[in-house]
């Protein structure tokens, strides 16, 4: 490990996950999928930074994480219909993510909050013709279902400025 704080550590994470995120967002808004190779960059990102941002012994541990999600994860695609694609992304991002009791009240309620808060965005900007004509091609203006990608990555995101942002 480099010797960095958490926050630090994390406020290196976001700006490496940052253009990722973006990406997801589009294409899920766009085509209502999450590309395989978006959640292989995500892993790659904690898989090659992660040892020299967190203690080797944390960063081992934390892998973890993207098993036991992935697990829910099918289990909900298989019983609950969530998507695949947001399945895995929930899992490549899990890693990044302490299990300290603390953050994952904070995740819990990050991603609660990104869900509501992505779901009235999207339809409310959906209703508006303007926003639609701007992007006449997005699938996800059309579908009943909607883009929890965004939500994911708003939790994502969130979890890491957050911590980024925390003094210890």
Do not use: E
């Amino acid at each position: 490990m480099l010797g960095l704080s958490v926050p630090a550590s994390a406020l290196a994470f976001l700006v490496l996950v940052t253009p990722i995120c973006f990406w997801v967002a589009y294409t899920d808004l766009k085509y209502m999928k999450i590309f395989n190779v978006a959640v292989i960059a995500l892993i790659a990102v904690f898989a090659v930074a992660g040892p020299f941002l967190l203690p080797l012994d944390v960063y081992a541990w934390r892998w973890i994480n993207l098993v036991v999600v992935l697990a829910i994860g099918v289990l909900l695609n298989a019983t609950a219909g969530v998507g695949m694609g947001d399945v895995k992304f929930a899992a490549a991002a899990a890693p990044f993510f302490s299990t300290a009791t603390s953050h994952v009240q904070l995740m819990v309620l990050l991603l609660a909050g990104s869900l509501l808060g992505a779901f009235a965005a999207h339809r409310a900007l959906r209703a508006v013709p303007a926003v639609r004509r701007m992007a006449p091609d997005w699938v996800s203006w059309q579908r009943k279902d909607f883009p929890f990608g965004l939500a994911l990555i708003a939790t994502l995101w969130g979890y890491l400025a957050i911590v980024a942002l925390t003094t210890g």
